[in-house]
């Protein structure tokens, strides 16, 4: 199994930029696709990005595409999210998500795909 842990997260203004990071540990990094979600207060959570086991393949929710970057660095065991243009209805707590996948190709968008998770980091953006 993996364990999980974010950080990054802060009190930022509109425009603002913030790189999350997921740290893992226990079983081999590589092997898993990585996905990040986020939940505001009062709403469901949120898929936003997905990353492949070898980075090759990416995805993003239309929400965040073209603002968010997802990226990995395996030899580092550990998941990036940079976010720029950050807007207050990015504010949410966000949350790194590990699936043991066999393929080095695909990503996943299901939340219930995803069996670990971080315990989150809190971004707030400010207007």
């Known amino acids: 199994q993996v364990q999980l842990a974010e950080s990054g997260g802060g009190l930022v203004q509109t425009g603002d930029s913030l790189r999350l990071s997921c740290a893992s540990s226990?079983?081999?990094?590589?092997?898993?696709?990585m996905g990040w979600f986020r939940q505001a207060p009062g709403k469901e959570r949120e898929w936003i990005a997905a990353?492949?086991?070898?980075?090759?393949?990416?995805n993003y929710a239309g929400s965040v595409k073209g603002r968010f970057t997802i990226s990995r660095d395996n030899a580092k065991s550990t998941l990036y999210l940079q976010m720029n243009s950050l807007k207050p209805e990015d504010t949410a707590v966000y949350y790194c998500?590990?699936?043991?996948?066999?393929?080095?190709?695909?990503?996943?968008?299901?939340?219930?795909?995803?069996?670990?998770w971080g315990q989150g980091t809190q971004v707030t953006v400010s207007s």
């Open positions: 990353i492949s086991r070898n980075t090759g393949t990416t």
């Open positions: 998500a590990a699936k043991l996948a066999g393929s080095i190709r695909v990503y996943y968008t299901d939340g219930e795909a995803y069996r670990y």
């Open positions: 226990g079983r081999a990094f590589s092997d898993y696709a």
